[in-house]
């Protein structure tokens, strides 16, 4: 019996887990907009608040994301009908796993920000499902840890603190393996662990290049770096607007 709920443990992508989890968040926090557009998707996707990472993900790589969603059973199209023109999308995750809003909720927020504790759950949950207590967040969240599917767990206390952390299944670093090019000059924006960003860059020098081409990478990774926290904040920006248009 162990062995098959082993292999009935959700097993997703950075790329998956991202597209999904705002699928969830955006069920419980604005149903009235949902289900989502391609280009909501993408804006909630891309968002620089309440998510760790921040990506920036294209329309192409979100429609392959959940093409492959949707063979796992996880997300739903739904095709244009009663005068709308474009193909929307839904998780059914709550009809696959058999949860409710406060597990939904709690999942939603450990997909989209990493390992945190049962105290923060509670507050960064709050506009997705209120918790009557912090027991009753822990309470839920040892529910979903006991279940065959397994959707979060616990993490070993970190040295120091006294708070233990949980984490969505498969999800216990926060880090990710996305990567996806800025450009044609070989350059990829890798992230890695929360809130940091390197960047790579893969043009061919040649053997000679020295110190002088060391400082010019060096100068290159300063600027793109520059203009990440800038798009970031525009995208941010971007996101108010539409938000206060009722547009996502």
Known sequence: ?????????????PEEIRVLAS???????????YPLTLNALVLSCNQSTNRDPIVSYTDELVEKVLQILKEKELVRFIYPSHGRSATRYRHVVNEKYGLG?????????LMLRGPQTAGEL??????LY????????????????????QIVRRLPRRPGTKEERWAFYGNDSGATNMTYVTGSTGISMISGEPGTAEIEDRT?????????????????????????????????????????????
Do not use: W
């Open 122 to 127: 509670r507050a960064r949950t709050e506009r």
């Open 204 to 248: 061919d020098t040649g053997s000679g290049a020295g110190t002088e081409n060391q400082h010019a990478k060096e100068r290159t990774s300063a600027l793109l770096e520059q203009l990440i926290a800038q798009v970031s904040s525009l995208r941010h920006d971007l996101d108010e607007v539409r938000s206060s248009l009722g547009l996502i």
């Open 101 to 109: 809003n406060p597990e939904l909720a709690l999942a939603a927020v």
């Open 130 to 149: 209120r918790f009557d207590s912090i027991s009753d967040t822990e309470g839920t969240l040892e529910m979903m840890s006991d279940i065959p599917h």
């Open 1 to 13: 019996m162990e062995d098959s709920q082993k292999t009935d443990q959700i097993n997703l992508s």
């Open 23 to 33: 699928l969830i968040e955006k069920s419980l926090a604005t149903p009235q907009q």
